[in-house]
């Protein structure tokens, strides 16, 4: 099944069309079909639909392949993390990012009240704190860009630091996402994606992915989706292939979008900040005036959808502090926004009409 090994030598764009392709046969279709099936017939090594199916083994032969290891994919990205987190012992220390997804604190909140984890808090840009936190550590959990925060790791060197402390280093690689950062390059045992968001990128399917190098992990990690249910559907799986397949045009036209929009708006006077790591889809703003100044712009856009998530090829904004579970020291007034595929010139000209409606220009007479 896998033509992973003859596909090496490609770039990750021919990649992204070609991994995960069924055998080429007289008359064998081009995409591997949604396989709706709860079981097999016996004597094969899958057997039943929670051990594997061949529609979601398609998809992770192409993201394994970007990703440079072998994929697991899960039902949605908090089950990707669950599934890592569930590798940490009773007792176990795990160094997270103060600011990461929401869902993954949650995560952590439980993990600390229930089987009473000690949770190591740092900031992913302080690589010795973060080096100085992985001495006794299980687990270096790290997310850059972090959610929604946008602060970027050195992940060559908190990779040097896990291992060196014997910890297992995962990363979120959600926000990069799999054609700008290649954690498993950068000594992560474990690379973890929502796909939810730009792999497949059209806002209308949930999944998650683990890819590592290491057989004996990378089992355990199958058989926490095994044991848990966390699986994907078979149509799921289908069409985040079928988005994956456009990530590289998708992200090179929302990336140059992006880019435009923090420059267009760097120094806006209805804005604290505008964030932006120089790579990526996600520009973070923060709207003077706080939480009601920044609800008016997301609630003031005509091309801007207001919703939560990220990735689609439709532009989405939201203000972060509107989730009670958003980290405290996230700012009131910051508003997150995933740029999409519309005209530049329309998504700036609609964010630049909402803030000056937000926050009208002072008077300079
Ligand atoms: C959305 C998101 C998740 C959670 O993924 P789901 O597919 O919604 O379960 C995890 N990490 C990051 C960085 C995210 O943005």
């Given at each position: ?28 279709p ?60 009773t ?39 973060v ?29 040097r ?142 091309v ?12 989405t ?17 910051l ?31």
């Amino acid at each position: 099944m896998t033509h992973h090994d003859d596909l090496h030598d490609l770039h990750p764009e021919t990649l992204a069309v070609h991994a995960g392709r069924p055998e080429r046969v007289p008359d064998g279709p081009l995409n591997t079909p949604v396989h709706l099936t709860s079981t097999y017939s016996a004597g094969g090594p899958v057997a039943y639909g929670r051990y594997g199916n061949p529609s979601w083994t398609a998809f992770e032969e192409a993201l394994g392949a970007l990703e440079g290891g072998r994929c697991v994919s899960f039902a949605s990205g908090i089950a990707a993390i669950a599934a890592v987190f569930d590798l940490v012992p009773t007792g176990g220390v795990v160094v997270a990012p103060r600011h990461s997804y929401t869902g993954t604190i949650g995560q952590l909140d439980d993990l600390a009240a229930a089987r009473e984890v000690e949770v190591r808090y740092i900031d992913v840009r302080d690589a010795p704190q973060v080096a100085d936190a992985a001495a006794g550590a299980d687990l270096v959990w790290i997310e850059s860009p972090t959610n929604p925060a946008l602060e970027v790791a050195d992940l060559e060197a908190i990779g040097r630091a896990a291992r060196d402390a014997g910890a297992l280093f995962a990363v979120d690689n959600t926000f990069a996402g799999p054609l700008l950062q290649h954690p498993l390059d950068s000594g992560a045992h474990l690379s973890v994606h929502s796909a939810t968001k730009s792999i497949a990128g059209h806002s209308d399917v949930l999944m998650g992915a683990v890819i590592g190098r290491d057989d004996e992990l990378l089992a355990r990690i199958e058989q926490r989706r095994r044991l848990n249910g966390a699986i994907p559907g078979a149509f799921e799986a289908f069409l985040a292939l079928r988005g994956l397949r456009t990530l590289p045009v998708r992200l090179e036209r929302m990336q140059s979008t992006a880019r435009a929009i923090a420059e267009r708006l760097d120094g806006h006077p209805a804005l604290e900040e505008v964030r932006y790591p120089g790579f990526g889809t996600i520009v973070s703003i923060v709207v003077q005036g706080g939480a009601d100044a920044a609800e008016r712009v997301a609630e003031s856009t005509r091309v801007w959808l207001h919703a939560t998530s990220l990735g689609g090829v439709e532009s989405t904004l939201e203000r972060r502090r509107r989730w009670p579970a958003e980290a405290e020291t996230i700012p009131e007034g910051l508003v997150r926004l995933s740029v999409g595929l519309e005209h530049p010139d329309d998504l700036v000209r609609d964010l630049e009409r909402a803030l000056d409606a937000a926050a009208p220009p002072v008077a300079t007479d």
